[in-house]
């Protein structure tokens, strides 16, 4: 069982980045999907999430708008597209898969200068 996220950079304010969670070994395709992330000092806060065939979607009131989370399940991966980023949304990103019992990633690191 394994997820991996890709994608994470350093960009600056309004810049754009797509993250990835790629997973295997278990049935993604029937798991319901987070993207998570935490900053230095805080808690860990779910910014998105996805239902397992991808028609429902739901996201914190701080990325509204400006993330959007999608997935292809015949590729057994989920995306985080992020637009406008700000040096707020600096962040580990972490992918969690919940079907049964939950699955995470090691995370990816996101930086936005301003």
């Known amino acids: 069982v394994q997820l991996v996220e890709s994608g994470g950079a350093s960009v600056q304010r309004g810049g754009s980045l797509r993250l990835s969670c790629t997973a295997s070994g278990f049935a993604f395709s029937a798991a319901l999907v987070n993207w998570y992330r935490q900053a230095p000092g805080k808690e860990r806060e779910s910014v998105a999430a996805i239902t397992s065939t991808g028609s429902g979607t739901g996201y914190a009131d701080s990325v509204k708008g400006r993330f959007t989370i999608s997935r292809d399940n015949a590729k057994n991966t989920v995306y985080l597209q992020m637009n406008n980023l700000k040096p707020e949304d600096t962040a580990v990103y972490y992918c969690?898969?919940?079907?049964?019992?939950?699955?995470w990633g090691q995370g990816t690191q996101v930086t936005v200068s301003s």
């Open positions: 969690k898969a919940t079907i049964v019992n939950e699955y």
